[in-house]
């Protein structure tokens, strides 16, 4: 069965402490990886598409990385309008098509 | 209006009412989403529209009625709803339905069933 796991549930950061955020996938047919921010009350933000391994962006304090296994989010010198819950979600293929699954998120909070 | 925009934000039901959701996208995309995100859950795909056709069902209940008269526009049709059905329902839109590519999602509707 595919899984799709975000580690940790929940980080606390102060404002400057970089950091990573872990979604790592136990999954067959990887077809690439997206990378979205979720704020409260909001639907998910797009922020990268990741497809191939050793593949890299980059966004402002973002850089998504991305390997077979896993991928990570870095959030350097983050500040508290960073405070966000951010989601993983593997595309998989199914043959012609492909299809999400997606993680249970990393809720995090920046504070001064 | 731009991007995915959702009517309601905010729906409470009773068990044995009717509503609809609505969602309406403004960036020319051929393919529309409705998932369902609970508390501690990962975000659960509905149904798929691709050039108004449903390409997906995920095994949603039949209390779950979708509608796509275009492109544009999704509708979500509710009755005799439960209250685990309880949740933010989601609609997202992109270029295709291959789900290869970034989906592009609205601000939601929080549905609570009593």
């Known amino acids: 069965e595919d899984q799709v796991t975000q580690s940790p549930e929940a980080l606390r950061l102060q404002e400057g402490e970089s950091s990573s955020l872990n979604c790592s996938y136990t999954v067959s047919g990887l077809r690439g990886l997206f990378w979205y921010r979720q704020d409260p009350g909001k639907g998910p933000e797009f922020l990268f598409t990741?497809?191939?391994a050793g593949e890299e962006k980059e966004k402002e304090r973002l850089k998504a990385t991305l390997t077979k296994k896993e991928s990570f989010l870095h959030i350097t010198a983050p500040k508290p309008e960073d405070s966000a819950t951010y989601l993983c979600?593997?595309?998989?293929?199914?043959?012609?098509?492909?299809?999400?699954?997606f993680g249970t998120g990393t809720r995090l909070q920046v504070t001064l | 209006e731009t991007g995915v925009t959702q009517t309601p934000r905010h729906l409470v039901m009773g068990m044995t009412n009717k509503k609809s959701l609505k969602c309406e996208q403004h960036l020319g995309h051929n393919a529309m989403y409705w998932y369902k995100q609970s508390a501690k859950k990962p975000l659960e795909l509905m149904f798929v529209y691709n050039f108004k056709e449903q390409t997906e069902n995920n095994s949603v209940p039949s209390r779950f009625s979708p509608e796509c008269p275009n492109s544009s526009h999704l509708f979500l049709h509710l009755h005799t709803l439960q209250p685990e059905d309880s949740a933010l329902y989601l609609c997202a839109s992109s270029q295709d339905g291959t789900g290869a590519i970034e989906q592009y999602f609205g601000p939601g509707t929080r549905l609570t069933v009593t």
């Open positions: 979600a593997v595309i998989l293929s199914t043959g012609t098509a492909s299809k999400l699954t």
């Open positions: 990741l497809y191939s």
